[in-house]
T-cell receptor, first 115, second 112 residues
Framework: GAVVSQHPSRVICKSGTSVKIECRSL??????MFWYRQFPKKSLMLMAT?????????EQGVEKDKFLINHASLTLSTLTVTSAHPEDSSFYIC???????????FGDGTRLSIL | AQSVTQLGSHVSVSEGALVLLRCNYS??????LFWYVQYPNQGLQLLLK??????LVKGINGFEAEFKKSETSFHLTKPSAHMSDAAEYFC??????????FGTGTRLQVFP
């Protein structure tokens, strides 16, 4: 089946550092990828929709300058958390569509911890 | 606007017992409905989905869910729980399959 790979699985870094998270569709082309944030014991919150070759669409309340999304190819989208602070610590999950109107395939997530 | 309510943040059952996880939705358009399972420190895996057609949907691992429009519900069931079913379960709604709106999740515990 369709596989989405997310890297790194875990990252710990100092406050003020920028962190890049990669989301790759391994065996299909994904024109659309999604980035979610999951707080402890909470549901997933959609942050943005990433479209290959165009600007990402951010959900209300998500700072686009803080969370930079790049979808440069049909198999790769990246989320960069710029100048990360402890409140940015969270579990970030990406997903991708291989076919329009088919369910999304999720990556295994990235646990980000900012000290 | 769409929303999802999952009643019960924690559900505990004995191994072999019936599993029932509740999900109610709100949608102004015909909904697409999903159940996902999440194991610790992992992403989400699709259990089953309802888009159109048959209202009783069968998924993986013996789970099924029934779309009841009159009750705006999409409860997840499994006749006999296994220890391996212990996980977090999320119900989600969408008007297609793009923008998923998730419920707050239900943690299922299975006791031997």
């Amino acid at each position: 089946g369709a596989v989405v790979s997310q890297h790194p699985s875990r990252v710990i870094c100092k406050s003020g550092t920028s962190v890049k998270i990669e989301c790759r569709s391994l065996d299909f082309q994904a024109t659309t990828m999604f980035w979610y944030r999951q707080f402890p014991k909470k549901s997933l919150m959609l942050m943005a929709t990433s479209n290959e070759g165009s600007k990402a669409t951010y959900e209300q309340g998500v700072e686009k300058d803080k969370f930079l999304i790049n979808h440069a190819s049909l198999t790769l989208s990246t989320l960069t958390v710029t100048s990360a602070h402890p409140e940015d610590s969270s579990f970030y999950i990406c997903s991708a569509e291989d076919t329009p109107n088919q369910p999304q395939h999720f990556g295994d997530g990235t646990r980000l911890s900012i000290l | 606007a769409q929303s999802v309510t999952q009643l019960g943040s924690h559900v505990s059952v004995s191994e072999g017992a019936l599993v029932l996880l509740r999900c109610n939705y709100s949608s102004s358009v015909p909904p697409y409905l999903f159940w996902y399972v999440q194991y610790p420190n992992q992403g989400l895996q699709l259990l089953l989905k309802y888009t159109t057609g048959a209202t009783l949907v069968k998924g993986i691992n013996g789970f099924e869910a029934e779309f009841k429009k009159s009750e705006t519900s999409f409860h997840l069931t499994k006749p006999s729980a296994h220890m391996s079913d212990a996980a977090e379960y999320f119900c989600a709604v969408s008007h297609n399959t793009d923008k998923l709106i998730f419920g707050t999740g239900t943690r299922l515990q299975v006791f031997p």
